[in-house]
C-alpha cells in the first residue's frame, strides 16, 4: 500500500498538522471547505443548532451552534447509490486535530485511486455527537429529536459502514474498538474481526474497552482479564448511551464503529502512517463489499477482540433468572386457584379490581412525575433552591424518585376496609408477571441492561411478601432498587477501568450519569432512561407496595 | 473488371462481419438469399461503383475550397446528390472535446451513417447494406421500428460540476423505441426486440419484461420525423443496474463502416475508456429527413461514446491533457469511408488564448449554440491534409494557464430515500431551478418498481415552502409482479427554486423466490427523467444586446429562446426486509441428517425381519422330546 510512502505527501500531511495544531477558535470550516475542495472533494457544509434542555455540564454546552463540513469523493464508476463514511470530530482546541489531518491526508490519496466502487463521505463534524445527529438527521431526512439543521446538497446514496476516528496525538501505542452504539445496539462483528484482521496484519497493538487480549487465555489470569473486559462491556452497553461518535449510525443500519488512538507510556510507538495504512485496508475491504454486512452476528459480548460470546451462550444465562419469575407465579396461581384453609369462610375470590388497580395507578403516575417533572419544574427549582438549573434537574429526580417510596400506597384499605392474603396476591401476580415481560423485551433489545436489571429485581420480587421482617426487607429492597442499580455499577465500572473512585467522587459521579442519561434521551432517543422511569421504577413500586400490604 | 469485383468480394465480407454479431439467425439466411441473387449482385456492384466515383468527386470538392466549418448537420454534398441514385449513404464522425471547469475533459465521439432509403416502402426489400450496418437494419424492417435509443452507462454525469453534457444517459441500460403504426403486438415485438438487442450487445437487456417496461406519456417524444405520438407505439425501459464493459463496446465499434481500424474510432482503447469517471455508449436510430423540403425520409444512425476523464485518476492533477494522454493513441487518418471527419474543441473561454494554450494550433474556428450557449470550437479537418503535420499524426494538446469557473447549471436533480428501518420510506426528488428570473415548466417521469409501494395520496410537490400543484399528473399504479408505478408530471418550477417532490412508499416482502442472489445489497430504482425546456443562456445574456444592432434586440424571444435538456438523477439503492437466507440453509442440513437417521432407522425397524433366537433346550426337557419322539407323540 502506496500511501503516504511519498515525500511530497507526507510533507503534505505535516503541515496540515502544524496548522492544526495552532489554537482554533471553533472549527475552521472555510479552511477546510478549501483544504478539502483542493482535494477534489465535492464539498458541502450544513449548519445545524440546539439548544439542550439543560446546561450540560460535563461537556459546558447549553445553546449549540455550529457547522459539519463534508467532502464526498465520488466513486468513478458507480452511480452515486452506495457510500462509506470516515468521520472526526473536531472540536475547539487541539483535542481531535491529528484525526483531521489524518482524513485529509487520506482523501488526498484516495482521490488519486481508481479503484473505489462506492463514494467515500469525508466528514468532519463539529460538537462531536450532537453534530452527527444533525448530519445523520440531515442525510435521512428525518428529524426525530427535534433538531435544526440545514438540508444536505450532497448525498452519496445509500451508506454501507462508516469508521469514526479520534487520535489526540500524532504518535500512538494503541488503537482501541469501540462498538457499544446507542441503546445498546452493536455493529455486525464482522466490522470488528476486519479491525482486527487489520491490526494484526499491520502490527499495530489493538484493544477493546481499553484492555489489551493476554496470550494466557486458560490461566486464571487470562480468564480474569476477560471477565474484566466483558464486564466492562456489558455495563457500557447496559447504558444504552452511545460511546462514540459511530454510535448514532447504528438507528439507520449501518455498520459503524469508533477507533481510537491512545499514547501511553508504552515503549514501542506507532506513528500516522501507519494507522493510514490500516484505515486505507479497511476502507478497501469495505469497498469490496458486493452486499451489506449481514452474515455475522449484531448480538455478542467480547471477552477480547478475537473472541465472543454469542447470543446463544448468553441468553441461557437470562433465560434462567427469568425461569424464577414464572415459576414463582405459577406458584401463587396455583395459591390462588386452591383456597386456603384459614379462609373458608364463603368469601368468593376476588379482592376487588379497585384494591389492585389502584397502586398499579399510583406506580405508575409517580413514574410519569419523574420522566417528566425534573425538566419542566427545572426553572421553579432554579428561582426557589440555590442550585444550577443542571442540578436542579438532576435532584429533582432523585427527590420524586425518593418521594415515590413514601407514597400512600395502601389505599387499599381506605377502598376495602383491609389488605386480604388474596389482595397482595393478585397484586404479586401482576407485578411478577408484568416484570417478566418487561425484562424479556429489554433483554431482547439490550441484552445487558435486562441482564443487569434481571439480577438485582428478580430475587426481590421472588421473595417479597407482607410477611418478611419489614425494616431488613425494606433495606434490601432500596439497596436492590433501579436508582441504587446504577450507583453500585458506576462504582464497579471505574474499579474496572482501574480508576477507583472515593464515596463523595462516586456521589458527584452518580449524578452526572443521571444528568446524562436525560440528556441523551432528549438529544439522541436513548431510550434508557424513559424505560427506567416509566416501566421499571413503577414495577418495583408495585413490589414495595406489597412489602407495605398490612 | 477485376477492380470491382475485388471491392465487391470486401464489401461481402464486411457485410458479413456485420450480420455475425447478430443473434437474430435470419440475418445470416438474408444474407445468404442476397449472395444467391445475381440480379442483386450487379444492381450492387452499379451502386457501389456509383457512389465510389461520387465519394471520390465529393472529396476532390472539399480539398479544393474549404467548406465553411459550420456544425449544422446538412452535408455539402446534398446539393449535388439530387440527380444520383436513391439508395445513397453518407458516414460522418465527429469527436468533440471540451475542457471541464472542474480540471476534467469531456470527450465526445458521434458518428452518423446516415441512408436515403426507406426500409418500410410497400413492395420493396431493402437487402443490400453497405455502410449502414446490416444487423441493425433488419432488426428495423423485422420488428417495423421507427426509432430506437439504446444506451449503456458507466457513472453517473456530475450535472453541477461538468454542466450539460450532449446527450444525456442515465446510468446502466436504457432503451426506448416508437414501433411503426403498423405494429398490431407491440408488446411481443418489443418482448424480442430486447432479445435480439441482447444478442447485439452482449448485454442483459433481455432482462427488460412487463414489470419494468412503461409507456410514458409526455418525457419521450418522438426525435425523429413522423406523425405518430401515441404512447401506444412506446416502450421505454432503463436497467440501472447493468454493468457497462468491454463486450459492450465490441459490437459496438463493429457497427462503425470502418470498425476501429481507421478514423476517431482508433482512439476508443477500452483499457482508457474505462478507466474514466463517465463512460455512455449510444446508439440512436431515427427517420429524419432527406432534404429541406423533407420530401423523402432518410434513416440516420448515430452512434455516439461520452467520456470523461477524471482529473485526478488518469490526469495525475496536472491540468493538461493530450489525445495520447487520454486515449494512448493518435489520429493518423480519418475513416476513408467518411464524407466528412473533423474534431471539435470547446476554446469559448479562451478567444485570444489566455486561459490554455492548444498544440498543435486550430486551423480554423466555428461557433455554434449548444445547448442554449453559444461556444466557439476549434476545428481540425482530418480530411485535410496538412492537419497531420510532418508526423503523420495528430496529438492536440491542451494545456491550462488559470482554472476557470463554470457558469452554474440552470437545472439539475437529485433523489434520495429519507427515513429508517426496513418498512417504510420516502421518495425525495430535488430539482433546482438556477435560472435568475425565469420560471420554466419541466416534466418529471419516475418509474418506480412494484416491491415499492407508493402510497400516492402523499405526494407532495413544493418550492419555496409553498405547496405547487402540477398542472398535469399522469399516474399509473402498479401491478404486483406485472407492471412498474409509473408517475409524469408537468411542474412548473419558480425562477431560483428547489422543488421538492416527495411521496411515500412501504417496502413490500417478496416471495423467497423473488429475490436477488445478493439481496443484501439492496433492489434499485431506475433515475427519474426530467425534460425540459430551458430558456437559454444566449437569451439571458444582457451584454449580448450591445454588440447588435438595436432593432433586432428588443424582444427577448430568440429563435434559440430555450433548449431541450433531459436530466437524469441518480438510481436509488433501496433495501427490501431480506430474511436471513443461511437459516433457510442450516435448517436444510438439519433437516437432512434428522431425516437421513430418522428415516434410516425406521426403515431398518420396518423391513429387517426379526427372529427370537431359540435358547437351546434343557438337558431334561431334550430328555423329554427324544422320549416323545420314540413314543411317536408331538415334541414340546
Keep these: 500500500m502506496g500511501l503516504l510512502s511519498d515525500p511530497n505527501r507526507r510533507r503534505a500531511l505535516t503541515?496540515?498538522?502544524?496548522?492544526?495544531?495552532?489554537?482554533?477558535?471553533?472549527?475552521?470550516?472555510?479552511?477546510?471547505?478549501?483544504?478539502?475542495?483542493?482535494?477534489?472533494?465535492?464539498?458541502?457544509t450544513q449548519s445545524?443548532?440546539?439548544?439542550?434542555?439543560?446546561?450540560?455540564?460535563?461537556?459546558?454546552?447549553?445553546?449549540?451552534?455550529?457547522?459539519?463540513?463534508?467532502?464526498?469523493?465520488?466513486?468513478?464508476?458507480?452511480?452515486?447509490?452506495?457510500?462509506?463514511v470516515l468521520s472526526a470530530p473536531c472540536t475547539p482546541g487541539s483535542s481531535n486535530n491529528q484525526a483531521v489531518g489524518l482524513l485529509l491526508g487520506l482523501a488526498q490519496y484516495f482521490r488519486g485511486q481508481m479503484y473505489w466502487a462506492k463514494d467515500i463521505i469525508f466528514l468532519v463534524n463539529e460538537h462531536d455527537l450532537i453534530g452527527m445527529q444533525a448530519w445523520l438527521e440531515g442525510y435521512h431526512h428525518t428529524n426525530t429529536t427535534g433538531m435544526s439543521w440545514t438540508p444536505l446538497e450532497g448525498r452519496g446514496g445509500s451508506i454501507q459502514a462508516a469508521l469514526s476516528l479520534e487520535l489526540s496525538s500524532d504518535i500512538i501505542t494503541s488503537l482501541d474498538l469501540v462498538l457499544e452504539g446507542l441503546n445498546g445496539q452493536l455493529p455486525n462483528l464482522d466490522l470488528a474481526n476486519l479491525f482486527y484482521a487489520f491490526c494484526q496484519k499491520i502490527g499495530v497493538l489493538c484493544t477493546i474497552q481499553g484492555k489489551l487480549q493476554r496470550n494466557d487465555w486458560d490461566s486464571a489470569a487470562g480468564y480474569s482479564q476477560a471477565v474484566q473486559t466483558m464486564l466492562l462491556m456489558v455495563l457500557k452497553q447496559a447504558s444504552g448511551r452511545p460511546w462514540g461518535d459511530h454510535g448514532l449510525f447504528l438507528r439507520y443500519h449501518i455498520e459503524a464503529a469508533s477507533i481510537r488512538g491512545i499514547n501511553s507510556f508504552r515503549q514501542y510507538k506507532t506513528d500516522l502512517t501507519t494507522v493510514g495504512k490500516l484505515l486505507e485496508g479497511m476502507f478497501r475491504k469495505l469497498n469490496n463489499l458486493l452486499e451489506r454486512l449481514h452474515q455475522s452476528y449484531f448480538f455478542y459480548l467480547l471477552p477480547s477482540l478475537s473472541r465472543f460470546v454469542s447470543i446463544g451462550y448468553y441468553m441461557p444465562a437470562f433465560g434462567l433468572l427469568a425461569a424464577i419469575l414464572l415459576l414463582r407465579a405459577l406458584d401463587l396461581w396455583v395459591q390462588l386457584g386452591s383456597p386456603a384453609p384459614g379462609t373458608e369462610d364463603?368469601?368468593?375470590?376476588?379482592?376487588?379490581?379497585?384494591?389492585?388497580?389502584?397502586?398499579?395507578?399510583?406506580?405508575?403516575?409517580?413514574?410519569?412525575?419523574?420522566?417528566?417533572?425534573?425538566?419542566?419544574?427545572?426553572?421553579?427549582?432554579?428561582?426557589?433552591?440555590?442550585?444550577?438549573?443542571?442540578?436542579?434537574?438532576?435532584?429533582t429526580a432523585i427527590a420524586i424518585y425518593t418521594a415515590g417510596l413514601a407514597l400512600p400506597h395502601n389505599t387499599h384499605r381506605v377502598l376495602s376496609g383491609e389488605g386480604t392474603e388474596e389482595g397482595w396476591r393478585v397484586l404479586k401476580l401482576i407485578a411478577i408477571f408484568y416484570m417478566a415481560v418487561l425484562l424479556g423485551c429489554t433483554a431482547l433489545i439490550n441484552f445487558s441492561l435486562g441482564f443487569i436489571l434481571a439480577l438485582t429485581l428478580v430475587p426481590v420480587a421472588a421473595f417479597i411478601t407482607p410477611h418478611v421482617p419489614r425494616v431488613l426487607s425494606a433495606l434490601v429492597m432500596v439497596l436492590l432498587s433501579p436508582g441504587s442499580t446504577l450507583l453500585f455499577s458506576i462504582f464497579v465500572y471505574q474499579e474496572l477501568q482501574e480508576a477507583p473512585i472515593t464515596l463523595l467522587e462516586g456521589w458527584n459521579l452518580f449524578l452526572s450519569v443521571i444528568s446524562q442519561g436525560i440528556l441523551d434521551h432528549n438529544l439522541y432517543g436513548s431510550l434508557v432512561y424513559p424505560l427506567i422511569s416509566l416501566l421499571v421504577y413503577p414495577c418495583w413500586l408495585l413490589l414495595w407496595n406489597i412489602l407495605f400490604w398490612k | 473488371n477485376l477492380c470491382t469485383a475485388a471491392l465487391l468480394a470486401a464489401v461481402l465480407v464486411c457485410g458479413l462481419t456485420c450480420a455475425s454479431t447478430a443473434a437474430a439467425e435470419e440475418a445470416i439466411t438474408e444474407e445468404y438469399e442476397s449472395i444467391s441473387n445475381a440480379n442483386e449482385h450487379v444492381q450492387a456492384q452499379d451502386d457501389y461503383a456509383r457512389s465510389q466515383k461520387r465519394r471520390e468527386i465529393t472529396e476532390h470538392d472539399d480539398d479544393q475550397n474549404e467548406p465553411p466549418p459550420s456544425s449544422s448537420s446538412s452535408s455539402s454534398s446534398s446539393s449535388s446528390s439530387s440527380s444520383s441514385p436513391p439508395s445513397k449513404d453518407y458516414f460522418k464522425e465527429e469527436l468533440v472535446i471540451r475542457p471541464l471547469s472542474s480540471g476534467d475533459i469531456y470527450a465526445s465521439f458521434q458518428f452518423q451513417t446516415r441512408w436515403d432509403t426507406d426500409f418500410f416502402a410497400p413492395g420493396k426489400k431493402v437487402s443490400h447494406y453497405r455502410l449502414f450496418p446490416k444487423s441493425l437494419g433488419q432488426l428495423m424492417s423485422k420488428f417495423s421500428v421507427r426509432e430506437m435509443h439504446v444506451s449503456f452507462t458507466q457513472g453517473y454525469w456530475r450535472t453541477m460540476q461538468w454542466g450539460q453534457p450532449f446527450l444525456p444517459a442515465p446510468p446502466g441500460a436504457e432503451l426506448w423505441v416508437w414501433f411503426q403504426d403498423s405494429v398490431a403486438d407491440v408488446d411481443g415485438a418489443w418482448k424480442e426486440l430486447t432479445n435480439v438487442l441482447s444478442g447485439i450487445f452482449c448485454a442483459s437487456l433481455n432482462f427488460i419484461d412487463s414489470t419494468n417496461t412503461v409507456e410514458p406519456t409526455a418525457s419521450f417524444k418522438p426525435l425523429g420525423v413522423g406523425n405518430v405520438t401515441h404512447q401506444r407505439f412506446l416502450r421505454y425501459a432503463v436497467l440501472p443496474r447493468e454493468i457497462v464493459c468491454t463486450e459492450n463496446l465490441t459490437p459496438w465499434k463493429k457497427l462503425l463502416p470502418c470498425g476501429s481500424k481507421a478514423g476517431l474510432a482508433v482512439l476508443m482503447k477500452s483499457e482508457k475508456l474505462f478507466h474514466s469517471s463517465f463512460l455512455s455508449l449510444a446508439v440512436h436510430i431515427r427517420p429524419v429527413c432527406q432534404d429541406w423540403g423533407c420530401k423523402g425520409t432518410a434513416w440516420e444512425l448515430r452512434q455516439t461514446v461520452n467520456v470523461v476523464f477524471d482529473l485526478h485518476t488518469t490526469g495525475q492533477g496536472k491540468r493538461e491533457w493530450s489525445f495520447f494522454k487520454m486515449f494512448s493513441r493518435t489520429l493518423t487518418e480519418a475513416c476513408p469511408l467518411a464524407t466528412s471527419s473533423k474534431v471539435y474543441i470547446d476554446v469559448t473561454d479562451n478567444p485570444q488564448g489566455e486561459l490554455f494554450e492548444l498544440n498543435p494550433a486550430a486551423p480554423s474556428l466555428t461557433q455554434a449554440v449548444v445547448l442554449g450557449d453559444r461556444r466557439?470550437?476549434?476545428?481540425?479537418?482530418?480530411?485535410?491534409?496538412?492537419t497531420f503535420g510532418l508526423l503523420r499524426s495528430l496529438n492536440v494538446l491542451l494545456r491550462w494557464k488559470t482554472p476557470v469557473d463554470m457558469l452554474r447549471p440552470l437545472l439539475h436533480g437529485e433523489r434520495y430515500v429519507a427515513g429508517y428501518g426496513l418498512q417504510t420510506g420516502e421518495i425525495h426528488t430535488l430539482i433546482y431551478n438556477n435560472h435568475p428570473y425565469r420560471a420554466f415548466p419541466v416534466l418529471l417521469l419516475d418509474i418506480v418498481p412494484w416491491y415499492l409501494r407508493l402510497y400516492i395520496h402523499t405526494l407532495t410537490v413544493t418550492s419555496k415552502s409553498r405547496e405547487n400543484k402540477p398542472s398535469y399528473i399522469h399516474y399509473q399504479p402498479s401491478k404486483d409482479r406485472l407492471r412498474p408505478h409509473l408517475l409524469e408530471m408537468l411542474i412548473q418550477l419558480p425562477p431560483n427554486s428547489v422543488t421538492e417532490v416527495t411521496v411515500q412508499f412501504e417496502r413490500a416482502l417478496l416471495k423467497w423466490t423473488e429475490y436477488t442472489p445478493d439481496p443484501n445489497h439492496g433492489f434499485y430504482v431506475g433515475s427519474s427523467v426530467i425534460s425540459a425546456l430551458v430558456p437559454s443562456v444566449v437569451a439571458m445574456d444582457t451584454s449580448y444586446t450591445l454588440e447588435h444592432p438595436l432593432f433586432s434586440t428588443f424582444f427577448p424571444c430568440k429563435e434559440e429562446s430555450s433548449y431541450f435538456v433531459r436530466v437524469y438523477t441518480e438510481p436509488l439503492l433501496v433495501n427490501l426486509p431480506t430474511p436471513d437466507f443461511s437459516m433457510p440453509y442450516n435448517v436444510i442440513c438439519l433437516t437432512c441428517t434428522v431425516v437421513a437417521v430418522g428415516y434410516g432407522s425406521l426403515y431398518n425397524l420396518l423391513t429387517r425381519t426379526f427372529q427370537v433366537e431359540e435358547p437351546s433346550p434343557g438337558v431334561v426337557k431334550r430328555l423329554a422330546n427324544m422320549i416323545r419322539y420314540l413314543r411317536g407323540v408331538p415334541l414340546l
Excluded: C
Excluded at chain 1, 439542550?52 to 464508476?77: Q, S
Excluded at chain 1, 368468593?348 to 395507578?361: A, E, K, Q, R, Y
Design chain 1, 346 to 395: 364463603g368469601l368468593p375470590f376476588g379482592p376487588g379490581v379497585l384494591s389492585v388497580l389502584t397502586p398499579l395507578i399510583i406506580s405508575h403516575l409517580t413514574g410519569v412525575a419523574l420522566y417528566t417533572l425534573p425538566i419542566m419544574a427545572q426553572q421553579t427549582a432554579v428561582e426557589h433552591f440555590p442550585v444550577s438549573e443542571t442540578e436542579a434537574v438532576v435532584l
Design chain 2, 376 to 386: 466557439t470550437y476549434a476545428v481540425y479537418d482530418l480530411m485535410a491534409s496538412g
Design chain 1, 15 to 44: 503541515n496540515l498538522l502544524t496548522r492544526l495544531n495552532t489554537p482554533l477558535w471553533g472549527m475552521p470550516v472555510d479552511w477546510l471547505v478549501k483544504a478539502m475542495q483542493a482535494r477534489g472533494l465535492e464539498v458541502f
Design chain 1, 48 to 84: 445545524f443548532s440546539r439548544t439542550l434542555p439543560f446546561p450540560d455540564e460535563n461537556k459546558e454546552r447549553y445553546m449549540v451552534h455550529g457547522t459539519n463540513v463534508y467532502g464526498i469523493l465520488r466513486a468513478p464508476r458507480a452511480p452515486r447509490t452506495e457510500a462509506l
